[in-house]
Every structure is written in structure tokens, then in C-alpha cells.
């Protein structure tokens, strides 16, 4: 349970839903990782079009320390201890009529899959947490990104640690965060201003 409260009465899996970087040493099995999959699949997409595509890798995995150096910043710090990592991409075009043609709402829907597994994830008693922080142009090569398609995030998945296993500053940031209030973020017939 996290100290947030809503303002308005919601399935109390979204307050909950946050993104510590504790992360203990158990493991992720392949079946795992599938059930995270699984939930990201029957994301909605434009024209259902699906166009996420996913890339993982266990600790352990060869290739882990590999990925884990293309972190940025900080994220070295913490992401390493994550049972799995997850990588989310998606291709900006699709083929219509043989030629390739602007798929505007990509990252949209990639960002609707990462959700799901976020939420599947809390719901097998796991955590999920999504970087921006890493070096796409040395990652893609190692984790054979298909032409065409762009790397948004790298998602760090295991069962939450303890907060003594973070170095003292990150140990201040290990708590679940507020958010804007509603009438902030949504107007009645138009924006709010
Ligand atoms: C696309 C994206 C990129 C993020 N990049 C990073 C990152 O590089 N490092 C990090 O520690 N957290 C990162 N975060 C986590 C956010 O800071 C976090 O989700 C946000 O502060 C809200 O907190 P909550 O997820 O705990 O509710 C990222 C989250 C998203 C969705």
C-alpha cells in the first residue's frame, strides 16, 4: 500500500501502481516474463496494428551486463538488480497498398502495452519500472532492433527490495510520488487553460 489518495474513487491498482528502484535478488522465470507479455499484447492499437515489439533479458542472460552498460546516468546505479529487463519499441510506419505510410499513434500505443505489463506485473506481486535513460544508438545494434523502429523505453521488472539497498540519495527518492489533481489535468467541453 502507498500513502497516495485519490480524489475521486478509482480500482485502488492505479494509485498503487509506482516505480521503485529497490529491487530484490530473486529471479524472473521465462513463464514470467510471458504472463508480462501476455497483458502488453491485448493493449489497444490504432487499426490494431500492434506495431510494439519487445525485447528481454533475465539477469544472468549473457547479454544482461551487455544492456545494462548501455544505461544512462543513474540507472546504472540501480537497474542492474532487476530481475529483467524489457525494452519497448515500435515502428512509426506501416504497410499500406506496398508502400510505408505514417503511423502517427506508434508511440501511443506502445506506451498503452507498457502500461498493461505494469499493471500485470503489480498484479503477479512484481514491480515495474520504465527508463528513458539509455543509449539507444549502442543498444540497438545489441538487441537487434528491426529497421525502422525507434527504442522508447527499457522497463525494469522483479520483486521490490529493501530501500537500504539503494545508495543514501536514491534511498530520499524511494517513495511513491504525487500527481496533479484532476481538475488540473481535465476541462469540461475544452482543455483546462
Ligand atoms: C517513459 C519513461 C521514462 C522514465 N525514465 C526514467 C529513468 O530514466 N530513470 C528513472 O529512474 N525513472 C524513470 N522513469 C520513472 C518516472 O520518473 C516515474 O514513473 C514518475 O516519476 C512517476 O512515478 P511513479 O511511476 O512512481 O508513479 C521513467 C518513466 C517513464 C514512463
Not at 65 to 91: C, E, P, Q, Y
Not at 109 to 137: I, K, N, R, T
Not at 176 to 184: C, I, Q
Request: charged letters at 20%; proline letters at 9%.
Amino acid at each position: 500500500m502507498t500513502a497516495r489518495h485519490p480524489d475521486h474513487a478509482v480500482d485502488p491498482q492505479f494509485p498503487n501502481r509506482w516505480s521503485p528502484r529497490s529491487f530484490a535478488q530473486d529471479s524472473l522465470t521465462q513463464a514470467q516474463v510471458m504472463q508480462l507479455l501476455e497483458a502488453a499484447r491485448w493493449a489497444p492499437s490504432a487499426s490494431n496494428h500492434q506495431p510494439w515489439r519487445f525485447a528481454w533479458s533475465l539477469r544472468g542472460d549473457p547479454a544482461f551486463a551487455a544492456i545494462h552498460d548501455g544505461l544512462m546516468g543513474f540507472n546504472t546505479v540501480w537497474a542492474g538488480r532487476a530481475a529483467a529487463l524489457i525494452f519497448i519499441a515500435s515502428k512509426p510506419h506501416v504497410e499500406k497498398e506496398g508502400q510505408a505510410a505514417p503511423n502517427p499513434w506508434h508511440a501511443f500505443d506502445a506506451g498503452a502495452a507498457w502500461m498493461s505489463l505494469a499493471l500485470q506485473a503489480q498484479a503477479m506481486g512484481l514491480v515495474a519500472h520504465a527508463m528513458g535513460g539509455f543509449e539507444a544508438d549502442k543498444l540497438a545494434p545489441a538487441l537487434g532492433l528491426p529497421e525502422g523502429h525507434v527504442i522508447h523505453a527499457v522497463v525494469a521488472v522483479g520483486r521490490q527490495g529493501n530501500i537500504t539497498d539503494l545508495p543514501e540519495k536514491l534511498q530520499e527518492r524511494e517513495k511513491p510520488s504525487p500527481r496533479r489533481p484532476v481538475a488540473e489535468l481535465a476541462g469540461h467541453k475544452k482543455f483546462p487553460g
